[in-house]
């Protein structure tokens, strides 16, 4: 049996998206670090320009660009914040030092850390935490289904007793959750009964195995949570030996 393709398909867009975050967070990085040692002026903040907007909660909000003037070249120049914020880091007529590239002070820049380097701060460690996140959706899903298929050419078979088909409604994948099988196993050797559950069924496996009847499942007897059901995604069995 395959192992299902959604993670990869899901891991290319997360990893698509991390992508984005990791180059967009790394020029702005490559940016900020460029300008070090570049030409400086004492600027003084002229004033603070508002703006509206809503959070995430449709709730209104108001932040405030710094808007600072300098000398440099024989003229005044006059630069915003790259960040606007709420409340405002700076008042009218504090001062400020302002970094700018030799020639050019039009590009310059208040030198802060909000300014430098609060953008990559927030969009690397986002593109790395969705790097993270795609491989664990590829890796993790992968890593079960070689598990799975291991009990299933190794594990002893046993015909146990279905006890419990649920809804995992703690799981969703495009808006559908999975059903969920256990059925139990009573070692008469031993004098022990084990419970099994099963993967995730994305069709009801009611039709096939109705609660009280027959199930095989696969285990190993020196680790009994170490176990398999035979039985596709879709709830339909499959011949080991053929389809492993």
Same mark, same amino acid.
């Given at each position: ?54 959070d995430n909660k449709n709730r ?23 960040? #606007?914020?709420s409340p405002p880091p700076y008042? !009218? +007529?504090?001062? =400020?030092? &302002?970094? %700018?590239? /030799?020639?050019? @002070? ?96 994305? #069709? ?6 109705? !609660? +009280?009847?027959? =199930?095989? &499942?696969? %285990?190993? /007897?020196?680790? @009994? ?20």
């Amino acid at each position: 049996m395959n192992p299902p393709r959604w993670p990869l398909f899901v891991a290319l867009g997360v990893g698509l998206l991390a992508l984005v975050f990791d180059a967009v967070g790394g020029w702005l990085l490559y940016d900020a670090l460029s300008f070090q040692g570049t030409a400086n002026a004492e600027g003084v903040v002229d004033r603070l320009e508002w703006h509206n907007s809503v959070d995430n909660k449709n709730r209104p909000q108001r932040s405030a660009t710094t808007v600072v003037h300098f000398q440099a070249d024989g003229r005044t120049v006059e630069i915003r914040s790259r960040v #606007a914020s709420s409340p405002p880091p700076y008042n !009218v +007529g504090d001062k =400020v030092h &302002v970094q %700018y590239p /030799p020639g050019q @002070p039009d590009q310059g820049r208040i030198e802060s850390f909000r300014e430098n380097y609060l953008l990559p701060v927030i969009f690397l460690p986002i593109g790395g935490l969705a790097t993270l996140a795609a491989v664990c959706t590829y890796a993790i899903p992968l890593a079960l289904h070689r598990r799975r298929m291991f009990v299933l050419r190794n594990g002893t078979p046993v015909q146990a007793k279905v006890v419990e088909i649920r809804i995992d409604t703690s799981v969703k994948v495009n808006g559908r959750s999975p059903w969920v099988l256990a059925a139990e196993y009573h070692d008469n050797g031993l004098m022990q009964t084990h419970r099994f559950t099963s993967h995730y069924l994305w #069709a009801d496996p009611t039709p096939r195995y109705p !609660v +009280g009847g027959p =199930v095989t &499942v696969f %285990y190993l /007897p020196d680790k @009994p949570t170490r176990h398999a059901f035979p039985i596709d995604r879709n709830g339909v069995p499959f011949d080991v030996g053929a389809q492993a």
